[in-house]
């Protein structure tokens, strides 16, 4: 029988290493936009700091000019799901934004090699937000964490999605997850094969190896998960206004377990605390 040729790229540890680099620039430029979310802020601004945070690094912004996207972040407020355009519309006390950001550093080569992650925050803070956009976001949260734990060398594809949806419907209310837009494989590009579902069972798919960078991002709504994209040809919003929240880490597959690119940590304590095996304890 004809065996295919599996088109996933697999990372050399020098050149995981390169995704590392990019991956904390990604973390800083998050943290720093996080940092000054607040009332009255525009998410225009947010871009501006995560695109200072990028230039910096002598990074380059990987959504700039990605299919013609005009920023360096997606904000995505409320009703938005992903891909949100910054503007110039203050931000208020109880919105529920995603913040989406992606770099790369060249190597000496001039390979492009990306980092891609994304948080959910509340302007105003815990005390300004409802229960339910708490708990939206946390469960959105948790179910990357479950994903990230599941993307072990030796494991299938779609175990990453099970695990993911296993964590949504563990929750008392019932989440949409977002069907037409998923997770994908980054490395040498921000958007590589495979793409990562969400939802559904496990066990089928590719054996995932190590070497391989995916990134994982759960997107969950508050209600209905059908979505449209606005005029912008850009943003998804939920087609029932409900709220969304979206969260996204870039982590590699390593015979260590998995390492999460995009976290300042690696994802050290978090796995810690879920009992998961990671080399990021010893790599930071
Ligand atoms: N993190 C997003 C994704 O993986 C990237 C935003 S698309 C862009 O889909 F056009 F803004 F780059
Ligand atoms: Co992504």
């Not at 290493?17 to 936009?33: C, N, Q, T, Y």
């Not at 995560?50 to 959504?63: D, M, T």
């Not at 880490?249 to 999460?260: F, K, L, M, N, Q």
Request: charged share 20%; glycine share 10%.
């Amino acid at each position: 029988m004809m065996r295919m040729r599996s088109s996933l790229e697999i990372k050399t540890p020098a050149q995981l290493d390169l995704m590392r680099k990019a991956g904390l620039i990604v973390a800083e430029a998050l943290a720093a936009v996080s940092e000054q979310v607040g009332d009255g802020v525009t998410t225009a601004q947010l871009n501006s700091i995560a695109e200072a945070v990028i230039r910096r690094h002598n990074a380059l912004p990987s959504f700039l000019g990605y299919h013609g996207y005009p920023a360096v972040i997606c904000t995505s407020v409320n009703s938005e799901v992903v891909h949100g355009i910054p503007n110039d519309k203050p931000l208020r006390d109880g919105d529920i934004i995603s913040i989406d950001c992606g770099a790369y550093i060249l190597d000496s080569r001039g390979t492009q090699w990306h980092g891609d992650s994304a948080v959910t925050v509340i302007v105003g803070g815990d005390s300004a937000a409802t229960q339910e956009d708490l708990a939206l976001s946390a469960v959105t949260r948790d179910s990357m964490w479950a994903g990230l734990a599941a993307a072990q060398v030796g494991a299938r594809l779609t175990d990453i999605g099970a695990a993911i949806e296993a964590v949504v419907r563990k929750a008392p209310h019932y989440y949409g997850i977002l069907e037409e837009y998923t997770g994908h494989g980054i490395g040498t590009a921000m958007h590589l094969a495979p793409a990562v579902e969400n939802y559904g069972p496990g066990g089928r798919g590719p054996m995932l190896k190590p070497g391989l960078a995916l990134a994982i991002e759960p997107m969950l709504t508050f209600g209905s998960a059908d979505t449209d994209v606005l005029a912008d040809q850009w943003t998804v919003v939920t087609s029932d206004a409900s709220r969304a929240a979206h969260w996204e880490h870039s982590v590699a597959i390593t015979d260590e377990g998995p390492w999460v690119l995009t976290a300042p940590d690696g994802g050290a304590a978090t796995f810690a605390r879920m009992g998961i095996a990671s080399p990021a304890s010893a790599r930071g």
